[in-house]
């Protein structure tokens, strides 16, 4: 799956001479956290969040009166709050290169760009919607997780018993962690009873980690 696919498109963006309390209130009508930054050609120059508004605001035990705060908030535009330069992605980029991207990063959203012009943005949000979709959360089935070998043909073995079984296959995941002999596998079927599924399944797995029907 590409970026392209799950992207939000033609995103809320904003002019890099902006005030931070105009960027905040397009944040607040629009639902959104981030805003792509563009300069006067429309060129992507930076991102602004709304962690970096709320921080260049004055905070509220501040001396200042009322007007010295409306003063200070009109001068203050979103170019000098901006992340810059901007780590950006395209439409043809992987789901998992943009997510590496992001969490090794920390970073919480990226633009999207077709050459120079930005066509979408992918957001952690985004992300988490996917992860439920891959992991099938939101269908019912009966979950199994089990370390298996980390050996050839073992995922082809753990397809096989299910489709003896009749069972369709809603998710199937495969993570790793200290042990290189070994891999986490989780899967989610339906159409198949959990008794069933544990026993068959059961016979390939080192060891049963959790089965429930969720």
Known sequence: MLIGERMTRHPVVITEHEGIDDALKMMRDNHIRRLPVLD?????????????LLYASPSPATSLSVHELHYLLSKLTVKKVMSSPVITVTEYTPLEEAARIMADGKIGGLPVMREDKVVGIITETDMFKIFLEMLGARKKGVRLSMLVPEARGVLADITAEIARLGGNIISLGTFYGEDPTTAEITVKVEGVSQ????????????????????
Do not use: F, P, W
Request: glycine share 10%.
């Open 195 to 214: 008794e069933e599924l544990l026993k068959a399944l059961g016979e390939i797995a080192v060891e049963i980690l959790d089965v429930r029907i969720v």
């Open 40 to 52: 006067k050609k429309g060129k992507l120059v930076g991102i602004v969040s709304d962690k970096d």
